[in-house]
């Protein structure tokens, strides 16, 4: 028969064990790095796919007719809405803000904010022109409208059998012209993933 001490003791120990089995284990990686643990749409996905389709955006031939008209001035572009239409949740707002730093990035393109950001600008610059001195003041009336928005969507197909699945994404986007309607540029990304021994939902 073990004493109260010792059970005490014995309990105590088996208590440490089990936290510092549970403990989290914690690892830092680059951001380029590439670490696909569910096979969903990650991080370097929408990287990826945002570079891509703004690169080949920039080389259509819309952006040369927009100069040629416009004295060289280059388009101003908004990036609207892009739809979340696959299979699982994705955060449009993060591959948005992607898109967004691949045009600004290439130097070529002038990012008008969006409205929820200019409607926080616009109550700064109401604020200021309260407020701030003359020689700082911003005058109102002085935005830059855009020319462009670019709209777009992410569709998912699955394909599964046993513990295997095919997971296939593809991003449509289109530039359209905010003047008339005119769809000036379109681009298509496909992404197809292999997962093995995935937890199926």
Not at 53 to 60: A, C, E, F, V, W
Not at 118 to 131: C, F, P, Q, Y
Not at 137 to 165: H, P
């Amino acid at each position: 028969m073990l004493s109260k001490k010792t059970r005490v003791v014995m309990l105590a120990a088996v208590a440490v064990l089990m936290m510092s089995g549970c403990a989290t284990d914690v690892k830092r990686l680059g951001i380029e790095e590439i670490k696909d643990l569910s096979g969903n749409w990650n991080d370097t996905d929408s990287r990826l796919v945002s570079d891509e389709m703004i690169k080949d955006s920039l080389s259509g031939a819309w952006i040369d007719r927009h100069e040629q008209k416009n004295n060289n001035k280059a388009p101003a572009v908004i990036v609207g809405n892009v739809r979340n239409l696959s299979h699982e949740h994705i955060n449009t707002r993060a591959f948005i803000a992607d898109l967004e730093r691949a045009y600004v990035n290439s130097g070529r393109i002038d990012v008008v904010a969006s409205k929820a950001e200019r409607d926080g600008i616009r109550e700064e610059r109401a604020d200021m022109d309260l407020n701030a001195s003359e020689e700082s003041r911003k005058e109102m009336g002085k935005e830059t409208g855009a020319d462009y928005m670019l709209i777009g969507s992410i569709n998912s197909i699955i394909d599964a059998s046993g513990g295997e699945q095919i997971r296939f994404y593809q991003v449509d986007l289109t530039l359209v012209s905010i003047l008339d309607n005119r769809k000036v540029w379109t681009g298509q990304k496909k992404l197809k993933k292999d997962v093995k021994e995935a937890k199926f939902r």
